[in-house]
């Protein structure tokens, strides 16, 4: 008897399409095994600028001063020369409100000073010159002087040989008339004739030899004269000398007081300047720590922080030591920027919903505090644009990109524990992205 439980239970008569399945199954999960899978590495990051004077400026105090009125508040958006706030001077070397009016005016009387040392030294100047010329014509007439005495020895000498002469002959002829007389040749008169004549050659011999011996010492008194005035003239225009280098090392020193004086008058204005603290470019003002009026600030003490509005907006991604052999300058990176919806296939980079595609534009070769390798990644200008709304500091996912592998093979590698493969990048994305940079 057949019984119609019995074939609702057992379907040993209906056909099964278990085994169709099974093998559809198993030849999709093969074909999918070889299916083409793209290596990446995972990492994390922030929003940043790849230039310095695009990131957030810290605005600080130059001087130490007491906040007397505000001009902005959080949030408010500024140009580049606004004023920010106003101070006033606390330091007692500053307060007095007429500072540099009183500092010209020292600067002033120092010109003074300096003005009338340089008339002293031109005075002293025209006393070398009047001195020189009196030196100069009192020698002109000392050597004029021993010129003539000179001329004068010459003729005295020349007279005295004369009369040298005349007495050696005199003498012969004394001595032949004695001789003669003696012998009875001659009288009495005629010898003592002869010994008168000897006598007179030799006394104007003797006059003349005098008369050579003053001229010689007049010219040794007029050479001492000659030295003399060359001394005397010396001393006066050493004196001399002297107050004029005096005068011009306090005209000198008036220089460096009124540049100095000047310095500080300079410093006094650059100062007054700096009571005004004014935004260096545009942006927006955040973070102000100091409230109300009358507030003292420090001098270099932080004020706040302006986050520039024109940006080169860049991600800084942060890289495990063990990942950092793979990544490379030019290589490419998917960027899903927080508040941004996202759809991610990791494993196709291609088909994701809210990635953003940049570049690597330098590795740091040094670690940072986090004992993570730092690299910094620019917008790749041939692919979507990063979105505008990007804000500063703000949280990024990157997905570095690696090489397409097949799908049984990172399933081999995640499951050995083996490392990416390493990657090296195309040259002619390299030199691509060179071009649009």
């Known amino acids: 008897m057949k019984l119609q439980s019995f074939d609702n239970i057992y379907h040993i008569h209906k056909k099964s399409r278990v085994k169709r399945w099974f093998l559809f199954i198993l030849i999709s ?79 002033n009387a120092k010109k003074g000073v300096r003005n009338f040392y340089e008339a002293k030294a031109g005075t002293v100047k025209s006393q070398l010159d009047a001195l020189h010329s009196a030196r100069d014509l009192k020698l002109n007439q000392v050597r004029i002087k021993i010129s003539q005495l000179t001329n004068k020895l010459t003729g005295e000498e020349a007279e005295l040989t004369a009369a040298t002469n005349e007495l050696a002959l005199s003498e012969d002829q004394f001595a032949r008339q004695k001789k003669m007389y003696d012998e009875g040749l001659v009288s009495l008169t005629q010898f003592q004739q002869r010994s008168i004549s000897f006598q007179n050659a030799a006394a104007k011999k003797t006059a003349l030899e005098n008369k050579v011996a003053q001229t010689r010492q007049e010219i040794i008194n007029t050479t001492i004269e000659q030295n003399s005035v060359i001394q005397d003239y010396t001393e006066k225009l050493s004196k001399i000398e002297g107050d004029r280098f005096q005068n011009m090392g306090q005209i000198e020193g008036s220089e460096g007081e009124i540049a100095k004086l000047e310095n500080q008058m300079a410093n006094y204005k650059a100062r007054q300047g700096l009571y005004f603290i004014i935004a260096s470019q545009d942006g927006q003002v955040v973070q102000l720590n100091k409230t109300g009026i009358g507030e003292v600030l420090k001098e270099g003490e932080n004020i706040g922080t302006i986050v520039p509005t024109a940006v080169d907006y860049a991600v800084e991604i942060y890289i495990k030591p063990v990942d950092l052999p793979l990544v490379k300058e030019g290589q490419r990176v998917m960027c899903i920027f927080d508040g941004f919806p996202a759809i991610v296939f990791s494993g196709w980079p291609n088909s994701s919903y809210g990635t953003f595609a940049g570049r690597v534009v330098a590795v740091e070769s040094n670690i940072s505090a986090n004992g993570l390798f730092k690299a910094l990644v620019t917008e790749d200008k041939n692919e979507k644009r990063w979105p505008p709304k990007i804000k500063m500091g703000g949280g990024v996912q990157g997905i570095a990109i690696l090489n397409d592998v097949p799908i049984w093979y990172e399933l081999w590698r995640n499951i050995n524990g083996f490392p990416p493969d390493y990657y090296e990048v195309k040259n002619d994305q390299t030199v691509k992205y060179e071009k649009t940079k």
């Open 29 to 107: 999960g093969i074909i999918t095994l070889f299916l083409p899978w793209t290596q990446n590495i995972k990492v994390k990051g922030n929003v940043t600028s790849l230039y310095q004077e695009q990131r957030p400026q810290q605005l600080h105090s130059p001087i130490p001063g007491k906040i007397i009125k505000w001009y902005v508040k959080n949030g408010d958006y500024v140009k580049k020369g606004d004023t920010l706030l106003q101070l006033s001077e606390i330091k007692e070397d500053y307060l007095d409100p007429l500072l540099v009016q009183r500092t010209q005016e020292q600067v």
